[in-house]
């Protein structure tokens, strides 16, 4: 157990909170989905509350360094919908290391909240550690960067979920400079490592993992890990056609994984049972709204490609998820962007919401996931939606966080 943002009494202190407020855009840098900036508030508003002086930081997107990124993917207008959202302003910080930092934050008042832009604006902030171990000049520069961001504060908090699978300097660097004052974790943090960590350390059964996406090399760890864990495991989505196509299944021209054969034969035969793939799908020539379509049972035809579980597939899975009394999804079943081949996506999506309503925990993890269940209209049908997408993929696969690891103990 890390200590919680809760035993800290803040008023008066400095308190740098990482958060990941890495929202979606689109080109007018308009946030297309606020959910990691409202998953954010209970944290901050207990700061404010608690009369801290606030200094929130974040990542958003991956800059290159050039100016056009640094206009795009500036958090100017995550501050604003902070500021919205928490019904006060939150100034933004524009250089983070300079004066400008020091000066402000040195004239704040008790419960105000300040947001520091861009953290990848540096790039000290992303270099890794692994690299920094036989490059001084990279250490010192992140060291020196760190040390900036960690000279503003006298509380440290973590509540980037998302992000807690990096070695980020925001995120490693800075907590390990602060060693001696409060370094803790917020309520969003507390709140996925229960759900997720409970899911893991203590299913209750059956423990149902429906797992779709392109790849199977995307998830390979975390399907090793769960197969040893859940009671069965679902595939959809492209990732069926390479464990199809390694049985032996003609799967006309969907897309496979080839170099993963092997891997996906040695894990049918090590999950047995447990591991459940499609027996039929939606088939077309190419990926386009309205196209026509057909349903094929088992094998796929020359020139053709699946796009989608079909009915019979979705139905079966029906069963097992409402019957399940734990229930972990990430990854679509089909292209679900592009109607029809989204109706095995929603078909997952209501059967966890039908599941919660029998009483089973339900948790949705990764982005895509979280934006069907979204779009399908069931986001508070669920019990729990993770922010993190690679992060709650690694934390399933039952990797250390050494950005948790590094905080206070509870
Ligand atoms: C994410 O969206 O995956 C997190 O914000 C982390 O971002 P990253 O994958 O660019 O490190
Ligand atoms: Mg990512």
């Avoid at 592009?338 to 966890?352: E, H, K, N, Q, W």
């Amino acid at each position: 157990m890390k200590r919680s943002v809760e035993s800290v009494d803040v008023r008066g202190s400095r308190v740098l909170v990482r958060l990941d407020l890495n929202v979606p855009l689109d080109g007018n840098q308009r946030i297309t989905d606020d959910r990691r900036i409202r998953a954010a508030l209970p944290t901050v508003k207990r700061l404010i509350e608690g009369g801290g002086r606030q200094v929130l930081m974040s990542h958003l997107g991956r800059p290159k360094g050039v100016p056009d990124d640094h206009r795009k993917l500036s958090l100017a207008p995550v501050a604003s919908r902070l500021s919205e959202l928490l019904d006060k302003p939150v100034r933004l910080i524009k250089d983070i290391t300079g004066k400008e930092a020091s000066g402000a934050v040195a004239s704040m008042a008790a419960g105000d909240v300040f947001l520091l832009e861009n953290l990848r604006f540096h790039k000290a902030e992303t270099i890794k550690d692994k690299k920094a171990e036989d490059d001084a000049a990279l250490r010192e520069s992140k060291d020196a960067f760190a040390r900036k961001l960690a000279s503003l504060a006298d509380v440290y908090v973590n509540d980037a979920f998302g992000t807690c699978h990096r070695d980020n300097a925001s995120m490693l660097t800075v907590p390990r400079l602060m060693e001696g004052k409060p370094r803790v974790v917020g309520y969003l943090v507390q709140r996925e490592l229960d759900f997720l960590g409970g899911a893991l350390a203590n299913p209750d059964r059956p423990f149902v993992c429906v797992l779709g996406g392109a790849k199977v090399s995307d998830k390979l760890g975390v399907i090793r890990s769960l197969v040893k864990k859940c009671d069965s495991i679902l595939i959809g989505g492209a990732m069926g056609f390479t464990f199809l196509a390694a049985g032996g299944t003609n799967i006309g021209k969907s897309l496979v994984e080839p170099d993963l054969f092997e891997t996906a034969r040695a894990l049918r035969s090590e999950a047995g049972d447990r591991l459940i793939l499609p027996v039929d799908s939606v088939v077309a020539a190419e990926i386009r709204q309205g196209v026509s379509t057909e349903i094929c049972d088992g094998p796929v035809p020359d020139g053709l490609m699946g796009l989608d579980i079909g009915p019979k597939t979705v139905a079966a899975y029906h069963e097992i998820i409402r019957a399940g009394k734990t229930v972990f999804w990430n990854g679509p079943m089909g292209v679900f962007e592009t109607s029809p081949f989204d109706a095995g996506t929603l078909g997952v999506a209501r059967a966890l919401a039908m599941a919660t309503d029998a009483g089973a925990t339900t948790i949705v993890g990764g982005g895509d996931s979280a934006a069907a269940i979204d779009q399908a209209g069931l986001a508070d049908r669920v019990t729990h939606i993770s922010t993190g997408g690679g992060a709650s993929l690694e934390f399933l696969e039952g990797k250390r966080f050494a950005a948790i690891d590094v905080l206070d103990d509870a």
